[in-house]
């Protein structure tokens, strides 16, 4: 029996450890002499589709490790949504360069995709093995405790959001009100995130919008913001770029700016909207900061603990492989958190794909703003060393 052919691809937004999944897998590859030929597909699915392939054995062994070690997608990636005339083209392209496993690195979308493209190859008689290794700042997938790439944009925040609050501190009669806008599309664990680096529960940020407990309206929110500037002489306030009203009216406005493959819809910056409500019903200036993409994948934050799972997640997708798994995710379980330990197991696609995970009741605070004590147990393992208390004058 020939042995099979691996091609392995990126999808979705980008973090700062997915190339250490990618170089996971393929170093696990190689030592397993299971696979005739190991293939990267150059931007997804799309890459599939066009038969542009890079053939990721022949690779220099120390450009494997510097691609392990830098941010971004170094095999590019897609927001394509596979049609089923889309999934047969690509069963045939990979039927005809003899193919017969995949491993997609991705979030929800990804899963979505993959599901597809294993579905088709059923449909096609084609013996094809797919396999999802998890991806995604926004930790929004189920099954799984967390996904690679959260820990680092935890770590991103838990430093930028206690240092946005000690400018503001330093800046409050100047600019008393701060917005923090962040990623996180509809769920709440990057704003959390923002308030991992608290060491009393009076740091910033003191007010955190989650998608799970909404304003209900944007004059809701004002007041909310109000009340806080009067209890501190500032305000600095975490806004999901995704926040909507209690109604689900986008906070920012209900204009669609833009519609992605998948049906994700993109609404003006509700951080802008509130900053100019603060500016006009309160008298306030504000600020906003909206560091976006960067904050997902700057290699200053990676948490070494997200590294190594991602690059372990990496390797243990092909594991999976080699055992004949198909159409799974590779999935981590939490041991312990005293020393935090972890396994690695898989979950069927079909329990993944198209569903999200919102931060659960025990994560946020009854007043709906701040997160708890169980939030902090379950991120800061994540996240690597935490931010050290900052200095004050007595």
């Known amino acids: 029996m020939s042995r099979p052919v691996l091609v392995l691809a990126q999808g979705?937004?980008?973090?700062?450890?997915?190339?250490?999944?990618?170089?996971?897998?393929?170093?696990?590859?190689?030592?397993?002499?299971?696979?005739a030929a190991i293939l990267g597909?150059?931007?997804?699915?799309?890459?599939?589709?066009?038969?542009?392939f890079v053939d990721l054995s022949a690779q220099p062994p120390e450009i494997r490790q510097a691609v392990a070690h830098t941010p971004s997608a170094a095999l590019g990636t897609t927001r394509v949504r596979l049609s089923p005339e889309?999934?047969?083209?690509?069963v045939s392209i990979l039927q005809r360069h003899h193919v017969s496993a995949f491993i997609y690195i991705g979030g929800n979308d990804s899963a979505e995709t993959a599901l597809r493209l294993a579905r088709a190859a059923e449909r096609a008689h084609y013996p094809l093995q797919?396999?999802?290794?998890?991806?995604?700042?926004?930790?929004?997938?189920?099954?799984?405790?967390?996904?690679?790439?959260?820990?680092?944009v935890a770590r991103f925040w838990a430093y930028a959001a206690r240092d946005a609050g000690l400018d503001t501190a330093a800046t409050a009669a100047l600019f008393p009100v701060k917005l923090i806008?962040?990623?996180?599309?509809?769920?709440?664990w990057i704003a959390a995130a923002t308030a991992l680096g608290q060491t009393t529960p009076d740091d910033p940020p003191h007010l955190i919008f989650f998608p799970e407990r909404p304003p209900q309206s944007l004059e809701d929110a004002v007041t909310a913001i109000q009340q806080v500037h009067a209890q501190y002489g500032m305000a600095v306030v975490v806004v999901p770029e995704t926040l909507r009203d209690a109604t689900g009216r986008p906070l920012g406005g209900a204009e669609t700016r833009w519609v992605d493959p998948f049906g994700h819809p993109y609404h003006p910056s509700p951080a802008a909207a509130l900053a100019r409500a603060v500016e006009t019903k309160l008298g306030l200036r504000a600020r906003?900061?909206?560091?976006?993409?960067?904050?997902?994948?700057?290699?200053?934050?990676?948490?070494s603990v997200d590294w190594q799972e991602a690059w372990t997640a990496g390797a243990h997708a092909v594991r999976l492989l080699?055992?004949?798994?198909?159409?799974?995710?590779?999935?981590?379980?939490?041991?312990?958190?005293?020393?935090y330990t972890v396994s690695f197991g898989a979950v069927p696609l079909s329990r993944v794909a198209g569903r999200e995970r919102q931060l659960p009741d025990a994560f946020i605070s009854e007043d709906g703003h701040r997160i708890t004590p169980a939030f902090r147990h379950y991120a800061l393992p994540l996240i690597g060393e935490p931010p050290p208390p900052p200095g004050r004058f007595i």
Not at 138 to 143: A, G, I, T
Not at 288 to 303: E, F, K, N, W, Y
Not at 322 to 339: F, S
């Open 12 to 35: 979705g937004g980008a973090t700062a450890v997915i190339n250490s999944s990618l170089i996971g897998a393929v170093e696990a590859a190689l030592s397993s002499r299971h696979f």
């Open 41 to 52: 597909a150059r931007y997804g699915i799309e890459g599939i589709l066009r038969q542009d």
């Open 86 to 90: 889309m999934a047969d083209l690509a």
């Open 130 to 152: 797919v396999v999802v290794v998890p991806k995604t700042i926004d930790n929004d997938l189920p099954e799984t405790d967390h996904c690679p790439g959260y820990g680092s």
């Open 181 to 188: 806008e962040v990623m996180g599309r509809n769920a709440g």
């Open 288 to 303: 906003i900061d909206q560091p976006g993409t960067i904050a997902r994948m700057l290699s200053l934050a990676v948490s």
């Open 322 to 339: 080699t055992e004949g798994a198909t159409e799974v995710m590779v999935t981590l379980k939490r041991i312990a958190n005293e020393p």
